[in-house]
């Protein structure tokens, strides 16, 4: 009866993280597609103030569970929120594979923080695994522009941020992910509205809330939310390394929706870097060497 439930639970969460996968890259597609140069504050904006409403929504069956005060929550929706701004930003700046291909290292950064916090160990294999991950960056920045690689490299540290908020979710199991969700949609509605202002976005309303862009930046909001509420789930029932496959899921689907759109040009240096990210990643993910 316990392995049947447990079965049934794996095949939940392999569910939920297709799910999130599919919200995730819809949600940087729509972020990336309006061609004004407030593309990346009204899709944070909207995603913070929408993602908000949209957020309580789904987690208004579990209400008497919300808390504001949290600490660790405090903490882990900031972290999130801080990686979210660059996302944002650096769809804007390289291509949204680029974008999901770096963040797709966060199982490494999470083991190596799992190793140096909580003492769990890993065979050699782990860090063979690791150094081509780091071989593979440097292609990927190698062949970008010049004006691309700081935002490259922001991307990375956010991601480690992002590789921490992950890991803190098993900490608050008594939490309900909606409301782990609805806690951080609270927290990047706030920063959305403040950057949005700050840029003159409010200046040029017309421009950011045309009809297709108002509908873009509705896409952007209702994924974003649903893609975190998803992965905190999936989180809770898979673990954290689990927590990130979505991201990686995503960037295979980004590719294919990004063929033949301008500005997705990829050469063989280019597609190196992205392979070696994506396959040593993949066997830190599935190794039984990674604790999940």
């Not at 569910?15 to 899709?43: D, K, N, T, Y």
């Not at 081509?132 to 920045?141: D, K, P, S, Y």
């Not at 490259?152 to 908020?165: D, E, H, K, Q």
Request: with cysteine; aromatic share 12%.
């Amino acid at each position: 009866m316990e392995a049947s439930v447990a079965r049934n639970n794996t095949f939940r969460g392999f569910f939920l993280l297709l799910c999130a996968a599919v919200s995730l890259a819809i949600c940087l597609e729509s972020a990336r597609a309006p061609q004004h140069g407030f593309a990346w504050q009204g899709a944070l904006c909207v995603r913070g103030v929408f993602g908000g409403i949209i957020a309580l929504a789904i987690a208004w069956p579990n209400r008497k569970y919300f808390v504001y005060f949290h600490w660790k929550l405090i903490l882990r929706s900031l972290l999130l929120t801080f990686y979210t701004i660059w996302m944002f930003y650096a769809v804007t700046k390289i291509t949204s594979a680029d974008v999901t291909t770096i963040t797709s290292t966060q199982p490494l950064w999470i083991a190596i923080l799992s190793m140096v916090f909580l003492k769990k160990k890993y065979s050699w294999l782990f860090w063979i695994a690791g150094s081509i991950v780091v071989v593979g960056m440097a292609l990927l920045v190698d062949a970008k522009p010049p004006e691309a690689y700081s935002v490259i490299v922001l991307l990375l540290l956010f991601t480690v941020m992002r590789a921490i908020s992950i890991m803190m979710i098993r900490s608050m199991m008594e939490i309900p992910a909606t409301v782990i969700a609805y806690h951080y949609a609270i927290v990047v509605g706030i920063f959305g509205v403040v950057i949005f202002f700050v840029e003159g976005g409010h200046q040029h309303l017309d421009v950011v809330f045309d009809g297709t862009g108002t509908v873009l930046l509705l896409v952007v909001a209702a994924t974003a939310s649903i893609y975190q509420a998803l992965v905190a789930k999936v989180v809770q029932i898979l673990g954290s390394i689990s927590g990130t496959v979505g991201i990686m899921i995503a960037t295979v689907i980004v590719y294919f929706l990004g063929v033949g759109k301008a500005g997705y040009s990829f050469n063989t240096v280019h597609i190196l870097g992205l392979i070696l990210i994506i396959v040593p990643t993949l066997w830190i993910i599935c190794s039984k060497q990674v604790a999940r």
